[in-house]
């Protein structure tokens, strides 16, 4: 699950880890209000307000503003809340913009003198542990203008050990006065790390200023799926604007499901064979509208949930069931989707592949529900009737 940037800094502050002054707001006025007292703790002339969207790239796109006053603060933020903000890595429809986050400038008055890095742990899957990426520069663009990246991997039963921190700081030119200060920080940002399940924890920029104070002023976040119901605070899926409200059904249901720009609906049972279909999807001229995996001990009332959420995606215009029968039999299969499909008025066709447990029981189920259903007993068939669906429409 991502989290967003005040989120992360919450985690990090109670970590004892300093983050630099911000608060939530949701409206214009609400900001006005913030920024009061942001202008009183810090008092600085000017404060930033960052758009909290999940997606990079904010500050070229026009979502991080900085204000001199409050006057301002309420326009500037009247400009962002409500509004999609479109950036590098978000659709042509971009993200909107719910919530800003009324910040303290830390780089005012300071801009010369400090010092930018890049600094992210994260889980590397292929050498199965946590790795450490860094780099000398940080900031904006930071994909282009930096020319050396160093990585330290971090043994699973050791953690993360002081040779290393000290590596760390050495390769990114720190002092010996800085050295035991970010040894320090280090440890405890990758404690905040392991308690939260994180599978990356970014910063960038993290900042040294010139009284040598370590900042981390922007912070990503994402944790473990599997891992959310140790940290129920951030389960909230409904301020998630990454997931629309068909993958809010599946999280409803605990199915595995993720939306898709196409139009061919599929429903299958383990992932491999599910990854395959797509394939195949492809192969023959269409586009997946989803990824569903069903799961290997589904029921009939979990395939009807999980059927139910194709049919409410209008972008379907053919849906294939692609089953391989072991523990989930085949008629199991065919009764929940005739109790989805039956109490509809839409006659989408139906390509259906059921090979294994039941799957005679399975075709009489559907042969009797008089749906609109095509049977094949091949992958290579069931792309022959696909493409001929969607050339038909």
């Known amino acids: 699950m991502n989290l967003h940037e005040y989120q992360g800094r919450e985690i990090l502050n109670s970590f004892s880890i300093e983050t630099p002054e911000g608060l939530l707001a949701s409206s214009p006025e609400e900001a006005v209000k913030h920024a009061k007292i942001i202008f009183e703790k810090t008092r600085k002339k000017s404060l930033v307000i960052k758009a909290q ?6 500050g070229k796109s026009g979502g991080i503003k900085i204000a001199k006053n409050l006057d301002e603060v309420y326009q500037k933020s009247k400009e962002l809340l409500g509004k999609y903000l479109i950036t590098s890595q978000t659709s042509g429809k971009g993200k909107l913009v719910k919530k800003v986050l009324i910040s303290e400038d830390v780089y005012i008055f300071e801009k010369k003198s400090i010092v930018e890095y890049y600094f992210s742990i994260l889980l590397d899957r292929n050498l199965e542990r946590n790795i450490i990426i860094y780099s ?29 921190t000290r590596k760390i700081g050495f390769n990114l030119g720190l002092s010996k006065d800085l050295l035991s200060k970010f040894n320090k920080f280090l440890k405890i940002l990758y404690k905040a790390y392991q308690y939260y399940d994180s599978l990356l924890l970014e910063i960038n920029p ?22 959310l119901f140790r940290h129920k605070k951030y389960t909230n899926y409904n301020e998630n604007e990454d997931i629309n409200d068909l993958e809010k059904k599946a999280i409803k249901y605990d199915l595995n499901f993720i939306k ?23 192969l023959c001229g269409g586009k997946p509208a989803n990824f569903l995996d069903i799961g ?46 039956s109490k509809r008025n839409i006659k989408i066709p139906i390509i259906v ?41």
């Open 296 to 341: 290997g001990s589904a029921d009939r009332e979990r395939v009807k949930n999980a059927f139910s959420i194709i049919l409410n995606d209008k972008s379907v215009k053919t849906i294939l069931i692609n089953i391989f029968g072991g523990i989930v039999r085949c008629d199991t299969v065919a009764k929940g989707v005739v109790d989805s499909y």
């Open 206 to 227: 993290l900042i040294i200023n010139k009284e040598n104070k370590i900042i981390p002023v922007d912070i990503k976040m994402v944790l473990d799926d599997n891992a």
């Open 136 to 164: 000398k520069e940080g900031g904006i663009n930071i994909e282009e203008k930096s020319n050396i990246i160093y990585t330290e991997q971090i043994d699973p039963i050791l953690g993360l050990q002081l040779f290393q």
């Open 353 to 393: 592949r059921l090979q294994g447990t039941n799957e005679k029981n399975a075709k009489e189920i559907l042969d009797n529900s008089k749906l609109p259903i095509y049977y094949t007993d091949s992958l290579k068939e069931a792309a022959n009737k696909i493409r001929e669906i969607l050339l038909s429409l």
């Open 260 to 282: 898709l720009d196409g139009n061919v609906g599929c429903m299958v049972n383990g992932a491999g064979l599910a990854m395959a279909t797509m394939d195949m999807i492809k």
């Open 53 to 58: 969207i999940l997606a990079g790239g904010r």
